[in-house]
């Protein structure tokens, strides 16, 4: 079965009531282009990326210590001839 969800050790709503309190403060847009919410959600989706990506990096540095050949292949057309 799948997992059960996990409780965030962060309060969602209070975290959501500071961050529009600010942008209100500063003048910021809440929505729109150049909003908080356009702003936040770019930034949150670039964090997860970048996450997910050293993930992959760390999986894929795995395979050297497993026996398999690393090396880089070389293509035919820098074959001599």
Known sequence: MGQEPVE????????AEQLAARAREKGVELVGP?????????????????AEISEHLR???????SGWDTSPVRSHASLPR
């Open 8 to 15: 965030p050790d962060v309060d969602e709503q209070s975290m």
């Open 59 to 65: 999986s894929y540095s795995a395979t050297e210590d």
């Open 34 to 50: 150049d909003g908080l919410l356009s702003q936040l959600t770019k930034r949150v989706l670039e964090i997860a990326l970048e």
